[in-house]
């Protein structure tokens, strides 16, 4: 009983620390990350601004989530600090996530809007592209979260291995 004891004890240790992993991650992949949610439609567009160093950073992301998604009736687009649009898309599913490049120093903004006379509720974020060190934070933490899930299954399985034993 006292192995089952400490694989539990370790399983849930490591599912907390998992936990606390994923909460950071979370927190240092949205970090510099500009949001904003809203209703839409053809009278009020959506406007998210975010200030970007063309010498800190040279790719920049922005992603659209639409609720009650409809074919064809959002558009995204980004203008630069000289309000150049200089990325589009057509919101063709309910998520999109696309990158443009970040040349000048300033602001930019992420429109979306719409021709449709219905509001429709929308979520958007533009920010900086997460470098690979901060998205592994989230692999790792995802896997330590496995392990622990694992290991608890093990320890149950090992008591219950362990009372049909001594029956």
Same mark, same amino acid.
């Given at each position: 009983?006292? @192995?089952? !004891?400490? $694989?539990?004890?370790?399983?849930?240790? /490591?599912?907390?620390? !998992?936990?606390?992993?994923?909460?950071? &991650?979370?927190?240092?992949?949205?970090?510099?990350?500009?949001?904003?949610?809203? #209703?839409?439609?053809? +009278?009020?567009?959506?406007?998210?601004?975010?200030?970007?160093? %063309?010498?800190?950073? %040279?790719?920049?992301?922005?992603?659209?989530?639409?609720?009650?998604?409809?074919?064809?009736?959002?558009?995204? @687009?980004?203008?630069?600090?000289?309000?150049?649009?200089?990325?589009? @898309?057509?919101?063709?599913?309910?998520?999109?996530?696309?990158?443009?490049?970040?040349?000048?120093?300033?602001?930019? @903004?992420?429109? $979306?809007?719409?021709?449709? +006379?219905?509001?429709?509720?929308?979520? &958007?974020?533009? &920010?900086? /592209?997460?470098?690979? =060190? #901060?998205? +592994?934070? +989230?692999? $790792?933490?995802?896997?330590?979260?496995?392990?622990?899930?694992? =290991? /608890?299954?093990?320890? =149950?399985?090992?008591?219950? #291995?362990?009372?049909?034993?001594?029956?």
């Amino acid at each position: 009983m006292q @192995k089952a !004891g400490i $694989i539990l004890v370790v399983s849930g240790a /490591l599912i907390v620390i !998992g936990l606390i992993l994923l909460a950071v &991650g979370n927190q240092v992949i949205l970090e510099g990350v500009f949001q904003g949610n809203g #209703k839409i439609s053809s +009278s009020q567009d959506l406007i998210i601004s975010g200030d970007f160093n %063309s010498d800190e950073l %040279s790719i920049g992301i922005f992603a659209v989530q639409v609720m009650e998604f409809k074919e064809n009736t959002v558009l995204a @687009k980004v203008l630069d600090p000289f309000d150049n649009e200089i990325a589009s @898309k057509n919101v063709d599913e309910e998520t999109i996530e696309e990158e443009f490049d970040i040349v000048d120093a300033g602001e930019y @903004k992420l429109i $979306i809007q719409t021709e449709s +006379s219905e509001e429709i509720q929308v979520f &958007g974020a533009i &920010g900086p /592209l997460p470098d690979a =060190g #901060k998205k +592994s934070l +989230s692999f $790792i933490s995802a896997y330590i979260l496995i392990i622990g899930m694992v =290991g /608890l299954i093990g320890s =149950g399985i090992y008591r219950i #291995k362990s009372r049909k034993k001594s029956i």
